[in-house]
Each structure stands twice: as C-alpha cells, then as structure tokens.
C-alpha cells in the first residue's frame, strides 16, 4: 500500500481483556517497529523485526506482551490481560532499511489509539 | 539504554519569532533524525543528520549535528502557525538496539 496502515484506530476494552492491534506495513520494506506512546510523550520501543532475523524484543515491558510478523509482512501486537497503564497510542512503523543509514527514516502509521477501563 | 533527552519540552511563541530546540544525550550516536507529529498522526521524518558537525537546512529549519554525535539541534527562523507540532528527536546507537532511540519530545505552539 501507499503507508503504513493501523487498526482499530481506536479501541476500548476492559481490564483484564486480550487485544490485537494489527499493523500492515509499506510493501517491500524489509524492517517493522512498534511502539508506544503515552499522553502525547516520546516514543517507548516495544520489538522490532528485521527480514527473515530473529525479532528484538527487548523493549516489550511484561510477558503480557506479544508480537508477530506473518509472511515478512502483516505484523499483530497482542496485550493479554490488558490493564490500565496499558493505555496509550500504539505506532507502527517501516523502513526499507536500518533506520538511520542514508536518507532512510520510518514510515509510521497513524497509531491506535488503545483505552483500558 | 541510551537516552535522548530534549528540551524544552513545551514552547509556545507568536509567529515570526524564532527558536531552537535542543536534544542532548551522554552516548554516541552513528546518526540522528528529526521527526514533526501532528494531533492524531503519526511522526514524519524530517531531516537525518549522519556526520559529526553536519548542518542541513529544510527551508527555514536548520539542523545540525554535534561534533561528537552525542547531541543535535533544530532551529526554526520566523515560525508559522503550520509549525506547530510535536518535534521529535530520535538517535541510531552505534551499538546494541537496532531501532531507534526516540526523545520525550518538544511541543511547539505558534500563536498566529
């Protein structure tokens, strides 16, 4: 596609509930990237996938957290048992290559925006 | 973890003032980029900065990259409404993480 396209765009669950936020990057890009935002802040890392590489996880903050890349493509973040500080806009993002090298930078998308009541 | 730290971290000006926002950090970084989000959006690149010293300007944004790579600035000359924005910082380490390393961030506001 044209971007790098998120959904839901927004969601709202209950604490204790399990959510997916799907994300579908811009074709042939090789790198993906999630991360969150709170209340307008920086961005956290969260995991990072590269081509065919084991992915870097480091940055997810419990085990509730998971993510997936199918087909070197579509990726879906899962949040089991979400609880409040769970709130936040979660962003994906792409690039062709490693971020930094060259004029290369990331593609975000336009995030969701994920409430846990 | 390396840290990118930016400040100020809100600024609101009348048009055609000029500022500088500054983000700072203890660690060397290979290169560094400057991302503008907008309410409801994700960041968009603005500019990378890749060799120590670099200055490059965007129309009326400057940027430039510390000698040593550990920090950068961005500097807008008479500021518009449109500049208004979440300015982002976000830093390649040399080694360790491979994503990028994002600042908290600095809020722009441009009274018109």
């Known amino acids: 596609g044209a971007g790098v396209s998120q959904s839901p765009s927004n969601k709202v669950t209950e604490k204790g509930k399990d959510v997916e936020l799907r994300c579908d990057p811009i074709?042939?890009?090789?790198?993906l990237y999630w991360y969150r935002q709170s209340l307008g802040q920086g961005l956290e890392f969260l995991i990072y996938f590269q081509g065919n590489s084991a992915p870097d996880k480091s940055g997810l903050p419990s085990d509730r957290f998971s993510a997936e890349r199918t087909g070197g493509s579509v990726s879906t973040l899962t949040i089991q048992r979400t609880q409040q500080e769970d709130s936040a806009v979660y962003l994906c993002a792409s690039s062709p290559l490693l971020a930094g090298q060259g004029v290369y930078g990331y593609t975000f998308g336009s995030g969701t925006r994920l409430t846990v009541v | 973890t390396q840290l990118l730290e930016q400040s100020p971290q809100f600024l609101s000006i009348q048009e055609g003032e000029n500022l500088t926002v500054y983000c700072n950090s203890s660690s060397v970084f290979s290169s560094l980029q400057w991302y503008r989000q907008e309410p409801g959006e994700g960041p968009v690149l603005l500019v990378t900065?890749?060799?120590?010293?670099e200055v490059k300007k965007l129309k009326r944004l400057t940027f430039q990259f510390g000698d040593a790579r550990k920090d950068s600035s961005l500097h807008i000359t008479a500021a518009q409404p449109g500049d208004t924005g979440l300015y982002l910082c976000a830093g390649r380490p040399r080694t360790g993480r491979r994503a990028l390393t994002f600042g908290s961030g600095t809020r722009l506001q441009v009274q018109p």
């Open positions: 900065v890749v060799t120590g010293g």
């Open positions: 074709s042939g890009h090789t790198a």
